[in-house]
């Protein structure tokens, strides 16, 4: 709550450390997102993207960047002391390195890329919980929520199993499916670890008006959801759910293959507790 300025920025690659003055000027860009612009998304699983132009002086080598880890903090200036914070996603894997005239163009993604693998089926039931270690044993990415965490949200206890996988190609798409079916989105933590968020998470801090930036925007809006559709394959029909006052808007699930098994009220049971 502090009035704070960002003056400086750290890092390295694989060990290889820099600073802001071996960045080029305005070329710094972290971009990372939990939602689209239009509407709250269960089952989210952006990528976290980081790009930025490093000069001569720390990119000396013609090749070999492909692949690489990035990590960089931000320094926040609090008067006293200077903070760093370790970016939104913590570490990048880099994708893409271009050399310029003004030097080394890179383009790197966070932990969530590492999902981008095919899926192989070798899990048939488990909790939430179980399919998370699954995912992190085939990936190698590291899990950030706890059993605990993840048993306390919607259908955390139940058995999860998958119907059909036609539609899960890669482990990012069993990750955007499981987290559906727990009522979140997926991101990575500064860390660089995978968590599982809740869009209902309780409010830990508030801002007032004398706290915020001048100049600053925010969108002040609600948005509220009464029903819930999605496609039931045994039937190979939709089926619509309704809070008993059904006057807003309708969450649309898909065809989400760890719904769909049991009884229709077993059914019933799980999809409406989203």
Known sequence: KSPVIIPKLRGNVEGVPFTEEDILQGSFRVCNQCVDVSQLALGGVFVGELSLTLLPTIATNRGGWVGKEIYIEYGLDCGDEVIYIPCPSGFYYISSATWTANGLEVIAYDSMSKLDEPYTAELSSGTAYDWLTFISTNTGVTIGNTREEIAA????????????????????????????????FATCGRDGSI???????????????????????????????????IVDIESREVVYYGLPVDDALTIKLGSNPFLQFGTNDTKKKMRMAI
């Open 195 to 229: 968590l599982i968020k809740s869009f209902t998470s309780p409010v830990i801090d508030s801002i007032d008006e004398t706290k915020r930036f001048a100049g600053g925007s925010f969108s002040d809006y609600i948005t509220r959801y009464t029903g819930l559709s």
């Open 153 to 184: 949200m919607p259908n955390g206890l139940e058995q999860l199993g998958i119907y059909t996988a036609d539609e899960i190609q890669t482990y990012r798409d069993l990750l955007m499916f499981l987290s559906a079916a727990l009522g979140g």
